[in-house]
């Protein structure tokens, strides 16, 4: 078995399912590792001077997904910035592949019930915009597994406050920073 060779990311990335602690976690573990933090869906926002919601009403998911591959492209030149990434955004191979290209990437996970237990209230979320929602969520995170799955590390936030995730994702970045080839 051949081994991959080894990175030496100068970015964190995180990745996973809406209401895994992503926006949460980053902005917390930029402020611990000194890191910028930014938000795909943000930048998307500030950029388009639409919201999610909005993009994906007017103009849809690929278009949407367009964005999101546009502004990873203009991310690959940071360092040090904790960068916190749309549920779909590794779905796309491209994207995924451009991630692990300049950062370590990071899935949170949630099970479907503590995700439903922290976005039932936000109305913010275009693809929970259906008659069951908790079976939309359980539907998505089983096509997004796989996905989700080719993180470097992943790391379960069903019952850690998001200080605890940070911590453990920012010794998961220390370690992967200092491993020799």
Wanted: charged share 25%; proline share 5%; hydrophobic share 40%.
């Amino acid at each position: 078995m051949q081994s991959e060779p080894r990175r030496q990311p100068a970015n964190l990335a995180l990745i996973g399912f809406m209401g895994t602690g992503k926006t949460s976690v980053g902005r917390l573990l930029a402020e611990q590792l000194h890191f910028q933090f930014l938000d795909t869906d943000e930048m998307i926002q500030s950029r388009t001077g639409r919201t999610i919601a909005d993009i994906f009403a007017q103009e849809g998911e690929t278009t949407f997904r367009q964005l999101e591959h546009q502004v990873l492209q203009d991310l690959a030149t940071r360092k040090k910035t904790v960068i916190s990434t749309g549920g779909g955004l590794p779905t796309n191979a491209e994207n995924l592949a451009a991630l692990k290209a300049f950062a370590l990437v990071v899935c949170l996970w949630a099970s479907p019930e503590k995700i439903w237990e922290r976005v039932k209230n936000q109305s913010h979320r275009p693809l929970l915009q259906t008659g069951d929602p908790q079976k939309k969520i359980r539907e998505m995170l089983e096509l997004r597994a796989p996905f989700y799955r080719q993180a470097d590390v992943l790391v379960n936030t069903d019952a850690r406050s998001p200080r605890a995730v940070a911590q453990q994702v920012a010794l998961q970045f220390k370690l992967a920073t200092r491993a020799k080839p």
